[in-house]
């Protein structure tokens, strides 16, 4: 049974259609990467997958269960976790304070009124293994906003992993890094395994065509073609979608990688 | 608002690795000083005094209870009086109307009628307040809460069988905590204490709890916290509840501590109290509130002594010189001093 089952699902924006009837699987453990030039709706299916946006029409299916209206929450609780294109962190509070309340929001204790959460040793242990694993425990007292572009993108993804999901929606894990840091965050993915499936956005190709098994391209919110990562290289359409073609084929998409 | 390092609080806990715990320094050193001296200052001031600091406490307590909400969740609410004045009418109508006498049973009845009406007044509010995750507009859930307080300003006026109308409620006796135990005007001073001090304590332990955390990930970065699974609307509503029930209390001892409850306690003009201590004591701090409850009290009585006539000009020069004076609040300023203090006697 595949993990993920997108069923024709749309989004209109008044006039605009953002999404339109894009339909497709993701197995367990498999790793996807959603590409397309500026504009082409990548985003917009994302937070239609993840819940922050609703479909016009359509269904999506999460371990065969509908989840089409369910709420954010709800879906990371069922095991879905999103990373986000610009950072999104509590950059007031400590990278500690950031893992501690990225852990407990599927903790059962994350009603708790009395305790101090601080001093809660089993999200403690649980933060250090999470920060140690992106080689932030020892900036752990830095106030978020006061950490390095890449460090940030790095706790990021930390928090994108604090509700153990089974599926991890990144959105552009690599923008805005060095060629460098983006090779590390390239390895980190894959480091994921098999445990985590994973449906990626990018415009770095060398991190789609390194962590990919397969490849969906979007365009004008339609799923122009999908296939492997050697299709795709080879793909007349979609060397015309990036690049234009000669024949008017594609005319405007003018998008870049 | 933008620089919410929550001194106070946030680092209440400190890792171990530090020699002394800045809990230890930052609020427990000063709240158990404070407590001193207010315990023992009945002993050498003037009653009239020990009046004003009664009334220090209670809006210190109003303050804090706004900044719940305000200060860790990033809810600003124009209408907090709405539960100062629903405490307050709730105690005056179960004594005078309905003739309870215990304080206890007037207490906790007043608390729970707060939270009801929080309860219900939450659920139209947080539709205009960030439904979206930070996509909506604040000012409507502003205008949503001035509204609130002002309803029940005329609903006051209004039922004037239960709440004596526009001129309010008189004589609301001193508290009766039973066993023939009285509590005279200089009693309801340590009475005060108690009530504050204990409430101080529940809302240190809830900002600092799990669920406080949470709500200071809601005011950082709600989608996220939503990404991450929390339900964010039930933490904003619960926190509204919470706010309201405290604020009731304030409102409690305010009928109590002034035998009177009118209309405009429950409107904006009690409103803009809360929001001014909050302004002036630094919403980033737990105790800020407090400190500027200290201040604005007694600019208050001065303003009464000497200038009857000017308040509303006073009033509105104290929002204004606080922006430009210290637009970060008091209670930022005291931290920073207290923590030079520490750091050059250590």
Redesign the interface.
């Known amino acids: 049974m595949a993990l993920l089952e997108v069923e024709n699902i749309s989004v209109h924006f008044g006039g605009l259609a953002a999404v339109s009837n894009v339909s497709f699987n993701i197995e367990p453990g498999e790793r996807l990467a959603l590409i397309g030039p500026n504009g082409a709706g990548k985003t917009t299916l994302f937070n239609l997958l993840?819940g922050?946006l609703k479909p016009s029409s359509g269904k999506v299916l999460f371990k065969g269960q509908d989840i089409t209206h369910a709420?954010?929450?709800a879906r990371?609780?069922m095991g879905m976790?999103?990373s986000?294109q610009i950072v999104?962190?509590?950059?007031?509070?400590?990278v500690l304070?950031n893992a501690?309340?990225?852990l407990?929001?599927?903790?059962k204790?994350?009603?708790?009124?009395?305790?101090?959460?601080?001093?809660?040793q089993e999200l403690q242990a649980a933060a250090r293994e999470l920060l140690e694993s992106v080689e932030l425990w020892d900036l752990r007292?830095e106030?978020v906003s006061s950490l390095a572009y890449g460090q940030q993108r790095k706790l990021e993804i930390a928090?994108?992993l604090?509700?153990k999901p089974e599926l991890l929606l990144l959105d552009e894990p690599s923008c805005g890094l060095t060629t460098s840091e983006s090779a590390d965050i390239t390895t980190r993915i894959k480091e994921l395994g098999s445990r985590i499936t994973v449906l990626m956005i990018a415009h770095d190709m060398d991190l789609v065509f390194g962590v990919a098994e397969r490849v969906i391209v979007l365009h004008y919110g339609r799923i122009a073609c999908e296939g492997t990562c050697e299709e795709i290289r080879t793909d007349q359409l979609v060397k015309d979608i990036y690049m234009g073609s000669r024949k008017g084929l594609t005319a405007g998409s003018g998008g870049k990688l | 608002m933008a620089d919410i390092t929550k001194g106070v609080a946030v680092d209440a806990t400190a890792p171990a690795s530090r020699r002394v715990p800045r809990s230890l320094v930052e609020v427990v050193a000063p709240v158990a000083v404070i407590a001193v001296i207010i315990l023992v200052l009945p002993l050498f001031i003037p009653s009239f005094v020990s009046s004003l600091v009664t009334k220090m406490m209670i809006y210190g307590l109003f303050g804090m209870s706004l900044n719940i909400i305000w200060g860790y969740a990033g809810i600003p609410s124009f209408g907090h009086a709405a539960f100062f004045g629903v405490g307050g009418y709730a105690t005056g109508i179960l004594i005078l109307k309905v003739g309870i006498s215990s304080f206890w049973i007037n207490f906790l009845l007043a608390v729970a009628v707060a939270a009801v009406i929080a309860a219900i007044l939450g659920v139209p509010a947080f539709r205009v307040f960030g439904v979206g995750a930070g996509n909506t507009n604040p000012i409507y859930f502003l205008l949503a809460t001035i509204a609130f307080g002002e309803l029940l300003s005329r609903m006051a006026i209004a039922l004037r069988p239960l709440t004596g109308g526009s001129t309010g409620l008189a004589g609301i006796p001193e508290p009766d905590l039973g066993l023939g135990f009285r509590i005279t005007s200089g009693r309801l001073y340590y009475l005060t204490f108690i009530v504050v001090a204990v409430c101080l304590y529940l809302m240190y332990r809830v900002v600092n709890s799990h669920f406080g955390y949470a709500l200071r990930g809601i005011h950082d970065n709600e989608k996220r916290m939503q990404a991450l699974g929390y339900n964010t609307w039930l933490y904003k509503y619960t926190s509204w509840i919470i706010a309201g029930v405290f604020g009731a209390v304030a409102g409690i001892m305010f009928a109590y501590f002034g035998s009177v409850m009118a209309p405009n306690s429950l409107a904006m003009s009690t409103s803009d109290i809360s929001f001014l201590l909050v302004i002036m004591g630094s919403s980033t701090t737990f105790l800020g509130p407090l400190v500027a409850s200290v201040v604005y009290v007694g600019i208050e009585y001065l303003a009464s002594v000497y200038l009857p006539d000017r308040w509303p000009i006073i009033f509105g020069a104290l929002f204004v010189f606080t922006i430009m004076v210290t637009p970060q609040g008091l209670g930022v300023e005291i931290l920073k001093g207290w923590r030079r203090l520490v750091r050059g006697a250590s």
């Not at chain 1, 999104?88 to 400590?94: A, G, T, W």
């Not at chain 1, 407990?104 to 903790?107: E, L, M, R, V």
């Not at chain 1, 204790?109 to 809660?120: E, F, I, P, Q």
């Open positions: 993840t922050q709420s954010v929450f990371t609780h976790a999103r986000f999104s962190l509590f950059s007031y509070q400590s304070v501690l309340i990225g407990q929001g599927i903790h204790s994350r009603y708790g009124l009395v305790k101090y959460m601080l001093r809660d007292d106030i928090l994108s604090a509700s």
